[in-house]
């Protein structure tokens, strides 16, 4: 049975020969997010062309700088999310087994801190610099899709696995971000 290691911020496990997802999952993920950039595309030249983002938001110097901060926002945040795993001696990649619980970190304020870098730092800065409103238009699809086929399978194998302390943890930590969250499992 797992056990609550206070002074370290983690939950420990036996480790096992269990995971989330299958192995090849990210890639699943890393295809469907290039098949919403080719639809928004496709949208946006061939099916119903909108106001593109400079249209919107003329000036390109600003649109420019909006893009740069949300790369450098969800780039540090992945960083930190990835060395938050490392320091725990656990995987970033989906598909491999979890032994603890990391509860520190970006962790304390997200419980999907490498979901929220892609969704601050990828999808409108590749919308702003694309000029292609589709992009932000279609977001929320791609929030959906990454709650049915990433997030909600790591849940119910971290409630698995871990069931108090994630329980606790759900209660403790927004989904997406915030503290003392009446988070759902």
């Given at each position: 049975m797992g056990?609550?290691?206070?002074?370290?911020?983690?939950?420990?496990?036996?480790?096992?020969?269990?995971s989330a997802h299958p192995r090849a999952i990210h890639k699943t993920a890393e295809f469907l997010g290039a098949v919403h950039l080719v639809l928004?595309?496709?949208?946006?030249?061939?099916?119903?062309?909108?106001p593109r983002i400079s249209q919107l938001l003329p000036n390109r110097f600003l649109r420019h700088a909006i893009a740069a901060i949300l790369m450098i926002l969800g780039v540090t945040?992945?960083?930190?999310?990835?060395?938050?795993?490392?320091?725990?001696?656990?995987?970033?990649?989906?598909g491999?087994?979890?032994?603890?619980?990391?509860?520190?970190?970006?962790?304390?304020?997200?419980?999907?801190?490498?979901?929220?870098?892609?969704?601050?730092?990828?999808?409108?800065?590749?919308?702003?610099?694309?000029?292609?409103?589709?992009?932000?238009?279609?977001?929320p699809l791609a929030i959906v899709a990454f709650q049915y086929l990433m997030i909600r399978p790591e849940e119910d194998y971290l409630l698995g696995k871990?069931?108090?302390?994630?329980?606790?943890?759900?209660?403790?930590?927004?989904?997406?971000?915030?503290?003392n969250n009446k988070g759902q499992p």
């Amino acid at each position: 049975m797992g056990h609550e290691a206070a002074s370290t911020g983690r939950t420990s496990h036996q480790p096992g020969d269990d995971s989330a997802h299958p192995r090849a999952i990210h890639k699943t993920a890393e295809f469907l997010g290039a098949v919403h950039l080719v639809l928004c595309v496709f949208l946006q030249r061939v099916v119903l062309p909108l106001p593109r983002i400079s249209q919107l938001l003329p000036n390109r110097f600003l649109r420019h700088a909006i893009a740069a901060i949300l790369m450098i926002l969800g780039v540090t945040l992945l960083r930190a999310t990835h060395k938050e795993l490392a320091t725990f001696e656990q995987p970033h990649e989906p598909g491999r087994p979890t032994t603890d619980l990391v509860v520190t970190g970006p962790f304390a304020y997200s419980r999907h801190p490498t979901y929220l870098s892609i969704v601050v730092f990828l999808v409108p800065s590749v919308a702003l610099f694309s000029d292609n409103t589709w992009i932000m238009i279609t977001l929320p699809l791609a929030i959906v899709a990454f709650q049915y086929l990433m997030i909600r399978p790591e849940e119910d194998y971290l409630l698995g696995k871990f069931p108090d302390q994630y329980k606790r943890y759900c209660r403790e930590t927004g989904r997406w971000y915030g503290r003392n969250n009446k988070g759902q499992p």
